[in-house]
């Protein structure tokens, strides 16, 4: 993830830089972990050639269940340290859903969400479309349908879809829209965001096949300009006007995605592979020049399609795993240094691969280093990253002090440039439903390194979660 982090949103300050974010995009995003599998053998039907249990009638149907409810409250306190000290966050989330089955089988699942942060009534810090855009937002999060049939399974609504699982990064996850209001400093499942689609999955054995469809795509939600993280900052030319448009994100069934995987476990190996093709979840900032009636630079962050080439592997190797995920991306669109661009966007075919070991000890202890790399067959000079791109992650956490605290360290760094961030965090599961934890997340490095962009962004926090 942080290698597209890294690579993908190449920070504000340097003239039209390109996004790069950790995981940017397939690694431009970052953080996740994958929902769990579909238990295809309880949602099946019953074979109706099957002797009957009873003496008579017709086969029995799995009855229907009453739905319940599940969810979480959880509060962020956040403040920015350096440069220009300020309470950045006091969000109160609320996430509620319900689930059940009806007579026939078929289940259901009903999500939503609400957010209110008060520092935007309370605090000025923020221009006012930031304080507009996240001082308050309700949502629905998962709203699907699943049925069966034979050897299939089938999800209709709002749903998530996950195909990657690094350690902290997004890479093979490009199905995934993501909120990066907070960079990639909250959990995944604050971050992502899910899709509108019709998804099948057939089993057979240990193969797998899965075809998703998106009529309605989401996209990464960037904020508004002069937000805490936002992405893009673009340096200002002396004797022009600087302007950012309204994103613009293409809807329709003409900007549907659309994408298949497929998976296979063999001796051990868990190896998939997958096409996939959309409107990048991750926007490109557009430029355009006009010299009537006053000389103006207008930037406006777009989404054009994309194509997408992947592959995953997982290998339990006895005292550590392996997994490594390799995603082939043509047409992605980068921003140039060239003035002479008539948009100053090129489009780039790019390579991005990660490899992780991780090591698991006593205590639940866990170390897990990983390694990924971006490559440009065909690199614009005009491009802010090299033609090669490379970093690495660490990751260690323990409950070896205390079986309900773990203390967390990750830091992700560029071997490119000195550009890096840590975060460090420490929870305390004080039961099965409280978690409490504080942290602190550190940048630094170039203005157009990733996180050296956000190198004034320096913050202590807290975190209060009751799930239920």
């Given amino acids: 993830m942080l290698l597209g982090l890294l690579i993908t949103t190449i920070p504000a300050g340097a003239a039209e830089k390109s996004k790069t974010r950790m995981d940017v995009e397939s690694i431009d995003d970052l953080f996740g972990s994958p929902p769990p599998a579909p238990k295809k053998a309880a949602e099946a039907p019953q074979d109706i050639s099957a002797p009957a249990a009873?003496?008579?009638?017709?086969?029995?149907?799995?009855?229907?269940?009453?739905?319940?409810?599940?969810?979480?409250?959880?509060?962020?306190?956040?403040?920015?340290?350096?440069?220009?000290?300020?309470?950045?966050?006091?969000?109160?989330?609320?996430?509620?859903?319900?689930?059940?089955?009806?007579?026939?089988?078929?289940?259901?699942?009903?999500?939503?969400?609400?957010?209110?942060?008060?520092?935007?009534?309370?605090?000025?810090t923020y221009p006012q479309a930031v304080r507009k855009d996240q001082r308050f937002e309700a949502m629905i999060r998962e709203a699907y349908m699943d049925f069966s049939s034979g050897d299939w399974d089938f999800r209709l609504?709002?749903?998530?879809?996950?195909?990657?699982?690094?350690?902290?990064?997004?890479?093979?996850?490009?199905?995934?829209?993501?909120?990066?209001?907070?960079?990639?400093?909250?959990?995944?499942d604050i971050i992502r965001i899910p899709q509108w689609a019709a998804r099948a999955e057939y089993f057979q054995g240990n193969f797998h096949v899965e075809g998703v469809w998106i009529p309605y795509m989401s996209y990464d939600n960037i904020g508004k300009p002069a937000a805490e993280f936002y992405p893009f900052n673009p340096a200002a030319v002396a004797g022009f006007q600087t302007v950012i448009a309204s994103e613009k994100q293409p809807v329709g069934l003409g900007n549907a995605a659309y994408g298949a995987r497929l998976s296979w476990l063999k001796s051990g190996w868990d190896i998939s592979g997958f096409y996939y093709t959309a409107n990048d979840p991750s926007a490109a900032l557009s430029r355009q020049i006009a010299l009537l009636p006053t000389p103006t630079i207008t930037y406006q962050p777009i989404h054009e399609r994309i194509h997408q080439l992947g592959a995953t592997l997982g290998k339990d190797l006895g005292p550590m795993v392996l997994k490594a995920e390799a995603i082939y991306t043509k047409d992605k669109l980068f921003s140039t240094t060239s003035a002479s661009d008539a948009d100053g966007l090129v489009k780039?075919?790019?390579?991005?691969?990660?490899?992780?070991?991780?090591?698991?000890?006593?205590?639940?202890?866990?170390?897990?280093?990983?390694?990924?790399?971006?490559?440009?067959?065909?690199?614009?000079?005009?491009?802010?990253?090299?033609?090669?791109?490379?970093?690495?992650?660490?990751?260690?956490?323990?409950?070896?002090?205390?079986?309900?605290?773990?203390?967390?360290?990750?830091?992700?760094?560029?071997?490119?440039?000195?550009?890096?961030?840590?975060?460090?965090?420490?929870?305390?599961?004080?039961?099965?439903?409280?978690?409490?934890?504080?942290?602190?997340?550190?940048?630094?490095?170039?203005?157009?390194?990733?996180?050296?962009?956000?190198?004034?962004?320096?913050?202590?926090?807290?975190?209060?979660?009751?799930?239920?």
């Fill in 157 to 188: 609504g709002r749903q998530h879809v996950v195909w990657g699982e690094m350690v902290g990064l997004f890479f093979a996850d490009v199905v995934s829209a993501k909120d990066m209001r907070q960079l990639v400093l909250p959990d995944f």
């Fill in 348 to 468: 780039q075919n790019i390579l991005d691969y990660i490899v992780g070991l991780e090591w698991s000890f006593p205590q639940e202890t866990r170390f897990n280093a990983q390694f990924f790399q971006r490559w440009f067959p065909g690199h614009d000079a005009g491009i802010v990253p090299d033609k090669t791109e490379s970093g690495i992650s660490l990751l260690f956490s323990t409950q070896a002090l205390h079986p309900k605290l773990e203390p967390k360290l990750l830091l992700i760094r560029s071997l490119n440039r000195d550009d890096w961030s840590a975060q460090f965090k420490l929870t305390w599961k004080l039961d099965g439903n409280w978690r409490l934890a504080t942290g602190v997340d550190i940048f630094g490095g170039p203005p157009t390194g990733l996180f050296g962009a956000f190198d004034n962004k320096d913050r202590v926090y807290t975190e209060v979660r009751y799930s239920f």
């Fill in 54 to 124: 009873a003496e008579s009638g017709p086969p029995s149907q799995p009855s229907p269940s009453e739905p319940h409810l599940a969810g979480f409250y959880q509060n962020d306190l956040a403040y920015t340290y350096t440069d220009k000290k300020h309470w950045s966050r006091f969000n109160n989330t609320l996430d509620l859903s319900t689930q059940g089955r009806m007579a026939g089988g078929a289940s259901w699942k009903l999500g939503g969400r609400i957010n209110y942060d008060p520092i935007y009534d309370l605090a000025d």
